[in-house]
Every structure is written in structure tokens, then in C-alpha cells.
């Protein structure tokens, strides 16, 4: 059984550019979460999805938007990159409140 | 708000038991979290406690919770070298449950 998955691994993105990252979820999971984990720190909500919907969101501008597929997989889209959005970025996937995992991530810098 | 705080550091020798703690600030938090993060990869879901729960065990790890003081702990026994990561600490708040973390606590285990 698969767990999360996420690609790519590794990116390089020049500032004011957009970026998409991708996450599969594990075998089951419908819920998605998304995280940005800047170094040193913790993990950072972005938002959720749940049926194809963002459910709730962090404090995060809208540059930072998401999709959910019908297969329960998602993405990340980042618009006008900064620098300071060079991080790396989590997904976690979820089925019962409780138990949420989390993918290898994707490493994003902005240069 | 949420807020989730944790020692940055803690060192012990191989064999001794590791006690990593963690305070958080939301009273109606429904589960708490242990994470484990080893360099350049994603997050391990160690063990999590609901939060009606005092006490989980779960072979070498036992989780505490002071619900009161709103202190949770994670506690190590017979501490391996490859025990040594950031672990992290979070909480999950709301009916969707978002979930926070802290800021980690690296753990250095000595041979």
C-alpha cells in the first residue's frame, strides 16, 4: 500500500513565476492537507480539501490555491512567487480525524 | 488562537529515557500529536492522544497528557541513536480539525 506521495521532490523557481505542486494521498484517504514548512521551523496550515472542496484555510494570501481531484489526489498552486515562499511544502492525507500522514514533501526555491 | 510551544533542544545518552514536552493554548484541542521529521524527509505520526485521555502507551513511547495545564509530553524509554530527529508536537482544533504544530525540539541522542 502506498502512502503519500508527492512530485517533484526538488524545484527551482525564479521570483514572479507560478508553481504547481502534486500529492496522492494514501490508499483510501479523501481528506487533503496542505503545509508549508519553512527551515527551523514547524509545519504551517494552508488549507484543506474534503469532496473537491477547500473546507478551511490558514493564514496563507491567495496566491496560494488548491484543487482536489475526483481520485481524492491534489494540488498546489503558488502565483507571484517571493522569496520568502521557499520552503518545503507538505501534504497529509487523512480518512478519520485522528490519523492524518504525511508525504516526503517538496522541496521549493525561489531564487 | 492556537499556539503550540516546545524546548528547542534535548540531549541524552544512549539507553536513558528521553522526556520531550509541549504546551499548547486552545482548550477545546480534540487530538494531540507526536511527529518525528529526520533530516530532508517528511513527517512520521509517532502516536496521538484524544483529548480525554490522561496517559497512551505504545511499546518504547508513552504520551502524557495534563489536560488542566494544558501540558502534553512524550516520553522515550531506552533511547537510540536513531531515536535522533526534531520532534514535533501538534494539535488539532475545529470541527475540521486544522492542525498546529510547535516549533520542534531536536533531539540528540549520545552513543
Known amino acids: 500500500d502506498a502512502g503519500v506521495t508527492q512530485s517533484p521532490t526538488h524545484l527551482i523557481k525564479t521570483r514572479g513565476q507560478q508553481v504547481t505542486l502534486r500529492c496522492s494521498p494514501k490508499s483510501g484517504h479523501d481528506t487533503v492537507s496542505w503545509y508549508q514548512q519553512a527551515l527551523g521551523q514547524g509545519p504551517q496550515f494552508i488549507f484543506q480539501?474534503?469532496?473537491?472542496?477547500?473546507?478551511q484555510r490558514g493564514n496563507f494570501p491567495d496566491r496560494f490555491s488548491g484543487h482536489q481531484f475526483p481520485n481524492y489526489s491534489s494540488e498546489l498552486n503558488v502565483n507571484a512567487l517571493l522569496l520568502g515562499d521557499s520552503a518545503l511544502y507538505l501534504c497529509a492525507s487523512s480518512l478519520r480525524v485522528g490519523e492524518q500522514y504525511f508525504g516526503p514533501g517538496t522541496r521549493l526555491t525561489v531564487t | 488562537g492556537e499556539d503550540v510551544e516546545q524546548s528547542l533542544f534535548l540531549s541524552v545518552r544512549e539507553g536513558d529515557s528521553s522526556v520531550i514536552n509541549c504546551t499548547y493554548t486552545?482548550?477545546?484541542?480534540?487530538?494531540l500529536y507526536w511527529y518525528k521529521q529526520e533530516p530532508g524527509a517528511g513527517l512520521q505520526l509517532l502516536t496521538y492522544i484524544f483529548s480525554n485521555m490522561d496517559m497512551k502507551q505504545d511499546q518504547r513511547l508513552t504520551v502524557l497528557l495534563n489536560k488542566k495545564d494544558k501540558h502534553l509530553s512524550l516520553r522515550i524509554a531506552d533511547t537510540q541513536t536513531g531515536d535522533s530527529a526534531i520532534y514535533f508536537c501538534a494539535e488539532a482544533t475545529g470541527g475540521y480539525q486544522k492542525v498546529t504544530f510547535g516549533t520542534g525540539t531536536k533531539l540528540q541522542v549520545i552513543p
Open positions: 486552545d482548550s477545546s484541542s480534540t487530538y
Open positions: 480539501y474534503y469532496e473537491e472542496e477547500e473546507r
